[in-house]
């Protein structure tokens, strides 16, 4: 079965730092491009950016670029989405999706609860 | 890169069709066959129902469907059932080499 599993919940202060991942199984992780996705609570989506793990070759939106960094380790099947110096409108669940080439994006990981509150 | 416009919300009784639009420009829905539509209940991750404008998944009923016509792509849920009562959402491959995700429509089983 093809899955994604995202770290936990995570609860964070304005100004930490911070690292989620999205473990990939079932499939070939660097044959598959790995999207990130915000939803803000009680809205809808928003494409953040792209990594192609078997190269590390990232595209992100104009509306993220240079707010987060997307990363892979090909070794662990693993893709990252970090943050330097987070604000409280980071607040948001993520979630990571494969994508084959231009297909559509699936599956889903289960979904990141980020929380930054003083 | 603005969001792709649905409606808010569109409702049927069991048994309607209804259809859902999806409206861009030239540099997203309309430049290319890449639209894609997902079905999100809540507290749940996106499901793909939809991809390149009208290919369903593997799984996923053939009550759903999907077109397009110039800037503006369309789903269509057949046979309404209670179960179809979600958000939805499309997407589309755009021209800068990114994409974006229309502002979803709850769609309501009366």
């Known amino acids: 079965e093809v899955q994604l599993v995202q770290s936990g919940a995570e609860v964070k202060k304005p100004g930490e730092s911070l690292r989620i991942s999205c473990k990939g199984s079932g499939y070939s992780f660097t044959s598959y491009w790995i999207s990130w996705v915000r939803q803000m609570p009680g809205k809808g989506l928003e494409w953040m950016g792209r990594?192609?793990?078997?190269?590390?070759?990232?595209n992100y939106s104009p509306s993220f670029q240079g707010h987060v960094t997307i990363s892979a380790d090909k070794s662990i099947s693993t893709a990252y989405l970090q943050w330097s110096s987070l604000k409280a409108s980071d607040t948001a669940m993520y979630y990571c999706a494969r994508q084959g080439g231009e297909k559509g994006f699936d599956p889903w990981g289960q979904g990141t609860l980020v929380t930054v509150s003083s | 890169q603005s969001a792709l416009t649905q409606p808010a919300s569109v409702s049927g009784s069991p048994g309607q069709s209804i259809t859902i639009s999806c409206t861009g420009t030239s540099s997203d829905v309309g430049g290319y066959n890449y639209v894609s539509w997902y079905q999100q209940h809540p507290g749940k991750a996106p499901k793909l129902m939809i991809y390149?404008?009208?290919n369903r998944p593997s799984g996923v009923s053939n009550r759903f469907s999907g077109s397009k016509s110039g800037n503006t792509a369309s789903l269509t849920i057949s046979g309404l059932q209670a179960e179809d009562e979600a958000d939805y959402y499309c997407?589309?491959?755009?021209?800068?080499?990114?994409?974006?995700f229309g502002t979803g429509t709850k769609v309501t089983v009366l």
């Open positions: 390149d404008v009208s």
């Open positions: 990594i192609d793990p078997s190269d590390s070759y990232t």
């Open positions: 997407s589309s491959y755009t021209s800068s080499s990114s994409y974006v």
